[in-house]
């Protein structure tokens, strides 16, 4: 062990030895053959630490030894000298404590001299030894340890003292009861140094063990990558959203946002920085697009109340404008790292944007469906028969979503990542309640609002032939049909992708929602945009009536029908 350890490079300032008597002993640098030191292994050893069991001491001791030195060499292996080995000492005590426990079972008549009895009987044995007071416990355990501290140092090598210096004690505890110590903060204080320990180096000051490899990690503030060269003095933190500051370098670009700054992605192959950019400027631009809409609807709808407009319901309009606008602004919580606020606003912003348009829709194709059927009574139905309409629409959503925000709170929290099998901060929607939470409440919202498309795919379907002013049926079921298909498309392929690839699962739902939003503000708003600045040049137009082509089949909605309808 000696040996492979000095070729290790163990054998040096940055470790203690710590040995038991076997090998705190001049003998682990000395040839067994010649007994010569070996000064250079012996050097490398000083510093080393070891316990020895404590020698014999005071008075019947000294006279052991007095009569020990006396011995004929020849006839007693060891003697002829003034000391022993660790174990003589031990070995008579051991020999005097049989003999005692031996007349302790003869003191009782009909006892025999059992290994048992034998055993028991050390209970009453108690005397003094070449090491002291020798007696024993309830079980037959001898008295408390008593181990000698030993030190190779460099003064007793100077000294041509080639052995381990004892340097202290340690002395086995016990409490009231007589209960051994096991505590290591009891056994600590045990120790009784008389000199201090000198380590590798001749050093008296207590060397820094706590040795560890260095390691790369990621600063979020400084956003750079660092070294660690102690190992220690950084302490890595676990990416969750709270301020954390130095995290393994494993995280930088992983196509998770890990720091609270975005620092770890930038400047990667796959960057969630410069896609929130791009995709920033485009939600910017599409913002504005539909506040340009809300602005054209109430000014050619309420001012100068041109008919492309009216014919459409201008609070229809305004109603598709403010809920594209909320859908837009619930895009931007899937900007930066996860927050608790932000997993909330995605829920309830989009959800309830998409609600909206899609009651928006189903109203105005309920209408024309309405007036086909009944195309000789033509029932008008007010704007404020519409924003009831959408606001009780609505109210089940938010129904669902105040349950869900109670008792599955969307959360910001950190989930094992099953493409790389590391911690990330993520949206869980389930929280207390878990994935079936989630399952239930989201597929509650999927099922509601799924109700409305199928209604308004029947809808569109049912007034298919109609020839309405400027088109609108048609257009509105274009609407419709484009919404179905990207939640068809949209859905399955997120639950498959959201645990694997987040980067593709994030441009999948916010393209997704943005197209849904901005091709119905462009079916519902290019065509009447169009015929107001370009065919009519902002003039009003010379004719709203549509005459009928296509036979006695289909039936026509003309102005004036849209007039008493919208």
């Known amino acids: 062990v000696i040996r492979h350890a000095e070729r290790l490079d163990m054998l040096t300032d940055k470790y203690v030895w710590l040995c038991s008597d076997a090998c705190s002993t001049s003998q682990i640098f000395t040839d067994p053959e010649t007994g010569k030191v070996d000064e250079k292994l012996r050097n490398k050893f000083a510093g080393m630490l070891g316990t020895h069991y404590q020698t014999g001491h005071g008075r019947l001791y000294e006279e052991f030894l007095d009569e020990w030195e006396k011995e004929d060499i020849f006839q007693f292996a060891g003697s002829g000298k003034r000391e022993t080995s660790y174990f003589a000492p031990y070995g008579i005590e051991a020999l005097g404590a049989y003999l005692l426990a031996i007349v302790e079972v003869g003191k009782t008549p009909g006892k025999t001299y059992s290994a048992e009895n034998i055993i028991s009987a050390l209970v009453n044995v108690s005397f003094e030894g070449v090491t002291g007071l020798v007696s024993f416990d309830n079980d037959g355990r001898e008295r408390r340890a008593v181990f000698d501290i030993v030190n190779l140092r460099y003064d007793s090598l100077r000294a041509d003292y080639t052995d381990f210096v004892r340097i202290g004690v340690w002395t086995e505890g016990a409490d009231e009861n007589d209960v051994i110590d096991t505590n290591v903060d009891l056994i600590a204080p045990r120790f009784n140094f008389t000199f201090k320990p000198q380590f ?16 790369d990690y990621w600063s979020c503030n400084d956003g750079e990558e660092k070294t660690d060269e102690t190992g220690k003095s950084v302490r890595l933190e676990k990416p969750d959203g709270q301020g954390a500051n130095n995290i393994d370098n494993s995280y930088r670009c992983d196509e998770f946002i890990d720091c609270y700054n975005m620092s770890d992605e930038w400047g990667c192959p796959v960057s969630f920085p410069v896609l929130f950019i791009v995709y920033g400027i485009f939600l910017f631009l599409f913002i504005c697009f539909a506040l340009f809409c809300l602005l054209f609807t109430c000014v050619f ?167 309405s002013t400027f088109n609108e049926s048609r257009l509105i079921a274009i609407s419709i049909y484009n919404i179905t298909f990207s939640a068809i498309v949209t859905i399955p392929i997120v639950f498959v992708l959201k645990d694997s690839d987040p980067f593709i699962t994030w441009i999948i739902i916010v393209t997704a929602f943005a197209y849904g939003f901005t091709a119905t503000l462009v079916l519902q708003f290019f065509p009447k945009i169009w015929g107001i600045v370009v065919r009519d040049k902002f003039a009003k137009e010379a004719s709203t009536h549509s005459e009928n082509s296509s036979g006695p089949k289909e039936s026509t909605i003309t102005s004036k029908d849209s007039k008493a309808i919208f």
């Open 200 to 215: 590798h180096g001749g050093s008296y000051d207590f060397p820094d063990l706590d040795v560890r490899n260095s390691f």
């Open 301 to 467: 709808g309420f001012i100068f109340r041109r008919k492309r407009i009216r014919a459409s319901s201008p609070t229809f309009l305004i109603i598709m404008c403010l809920a594209a606008i909320l859908g837009y602004g619930g895009l931007f919580a899937f900007f930066g790292q996860p927050h608790t606020i932000s997993c909330n606003f995605r829920v309830w912003f989009l959800s309830v944007a998409v609600i909206t348009v899609i009651s928006a829709l189903f109203t105005k194709s309920f209408r024309v469906w309405r007036l086909y059927r009944s195309p000789t009574e033509i029932k008008a139905l007010k704007d404020w028969q519409l924003i009831l309409f959408v606001i009780a629409s609505v109210i089940p959503i938010l129904i669902i979503l105040v349950l869900w925000t109670g008792l599955a709170t969307p959360t910001a929290d950190l989930i094992e990542a099953s493409s790389d099998n590391k911690e990330h901060i993520h949206c869980e929607y389930g929280s207390v309640a878990g994935m079936i939470g989630f399952y239930f409440f989201f597929f509650a919202i999927v099922a509601y609002v799924a109700l409305f498309l199928l209604f308004g795919i029947f809808l569109s379907i049912a007034t298919r032939n109609v020839v």
